[in-house]
């Protein structure tokens, strides 16, 4: 069994690697990156079905199997439904804007990456947590981001064209005369596992891996929402850890000085504002509600208020008709949030969102009454995904593998607090 879970871990490692980007430092064809993609939304429906086969071998030891199947059981309170959605969605955009299959394929993608779910289940119960696994990715995920800020540095600053593959994924995302990079794939969870980390044990090299990581959406992103977002998930983690000294009593106290200044001093009126029409970012925030108006049209004229507009690709003349604000420019749906997600998916996707919001409430609220040691980190991962799934849509191909995370972690943590107790 412990054999099979190290084959599991390294080949979601790898899978994870090249969403990531790694292979973008040699400059590989963005073709071949969207053909990887696919792939490995294959590679999740195939770890999914081993990892079912070995929990019913003879070879797995009864207490790993009972486990294992019951973890499988939670996680088919929301895959179940959740693939017959995105399955009836893809037969509806297939209808509409008669994709060819490489398209549908394609658009289907990043949904299907939630069934990573059930590999990761697995080898969190093989190693009796969920911590060591993540740990092993936040290195792949540090390292990326390091290189991500020395390809950003160097361009923008030099025109030197060094990791020129990840700098220019997206070669006309630019701000303030900067090249913008986004960020790594599954950059909440490790940023919370590495505030968890610093907040048990005050090391300085985990302080310095999450300033890397807070600081980048700031300078490299220049995105203002998910800049707040972890602000808020980093000061609720800090308030919500107890006060097992004085250190940290301090620390509350002086964080509750420094917010309270910040609103007699009107700072935060001040970043709310940023969000404002009129302010230096109005015209990104006026596109934002432009956007939201201009699908909210679409879906109530062509009554798909049930299953909503389906798979939105520009690759499909007619699909692309339907994304296109000018003939210079496109409205994203990956810029709405769940507001996009309820474009996609209708009425279903409140059943999308919803059953995800459940199992995170449940795994919130059974690891608070046992008392569970990692409490703060679920939380603090439950808060970025709410708060995160306001403004981006989690379900795009940059953040699609976060999804399988957050459904292992919370099923995983809910019913280990439960039988720990």
């Not at 030891?61 to 929301?78: A, D, G, Q, S, T």
């Not at 969190?124 to 540090?142: A, M, N, T």
């Not at 939105?312 to 210079?328: D, E, H, K, T, V």
């Not at 996707?349 to 995800?356: A, E, F, P, R, T």
Request: with cysteine.
């Amino acid at each position: 069994m412990i054999r099979f879970s190290s084959i599991l871990k390294t080949i979601i490692l790898s899978c994870i690697a090249v969403n990531m980007g790694y292979l973008l430092i040699f400059n590989i064809d963005k073709n071949m990156m969207v053909y990887l993609q696919m792939i490995i939304a294959v590679i999740g429906i195939i770890t999914a079905i081993l990892s079912v086969l070995v929990v019913y071998s003879r070879y797995c030891p009864i207490k790993i199997r009972k486990r294992v199947l019951m973890e499988f059981r939670k996680l088919n309170i929301y895959i179940i439904p959740y693939l017959l959605i995105v399955l009836y969605e893809g037969l509806h955009t297939k209808s509409m804007y008669s994709y060819n299959n490489i398209t549908l394929m394609y658009a289907l993608t990043p949904y299907l990456y939630v069934i990573f779910s059930y590999s990761l289940s697995y080898i969190f119960i093989v190693d009796g947590s969920y911590i060591p696994f993540l740990e092993k990715i936040s290195i792949l995920g540090i390292v990326m981001t390091i290189i991500r800020i020395i390809g950003w540095f160097f361009y923008n600053y030099y025109r030197l064209p060094i990791f020129l593959g990840i700098v220019l994924q997206s070669p006309d995302w630019v701000r303030n005369g900067f090249q913008r990079i986004d960020v790594i794939p599954l950059y909440g969870i490790i940023v919370v596992l590495l505030l968890s980390n610093y907040l048990k044990s005050n090391k300085l090299k985990e302080l310095l891996m999450l300033l890397i990581l807070v600081v980048y959406p700031v300078f490299i992103t220049q995105v203002r929402y998910l800049t707040i977002v972890i602000l808020i998930t980093t000061i609720s983690m800090i308030y919500l850890k107890p006060s097992e000294s004085s250190k940290s009593i301090f620390t509350k106290i002086l964080l509750s000085i420094v917010l309270s200044f910040s609103v007699i001093f009107g700072v935060i009126q001040q970043v709310v504002a940023l969000f404002s029409p009129d302010s230096l970012y109005g015209p990104s925030t006026s596109v934002r509600i432009e956007a939201m108006d201009h699908f909210y049209n679409l879906v109530s004229t062509t009554g798909n208020q049930f299953s909503g507009l389906g798979y939105l690709l520009s690759w499909n003349g007619n699909a692309a008709q339907l994304l296109s604000r000018n003939i210079w420019q496109n409205y994203y749906l990956s810029d709405l949030g769940i507001f996009g997600g309820l474009v996609v998916f209708g009425l279903l996707g409140i059943v999308v969102y919803g059953l995800l919001y459940y199992l995170g409430i449940k795994s919130v609220i059974d690891n608070w009454n046992h008392g569970n040691a990692n409490r703060i980190m679920v939380m603090g991962i439950f808060i970025y995904m709410v708060l995160s799934c306001f403004s981006l849509n989690i379900f795009d191909m940059n953040r699609a593998m976060d999804v399988p995370f957050y459904l292992a972690i919370f099923c995983y943590t809910s019913a280990k607090s439960r039988l720990e107790h």
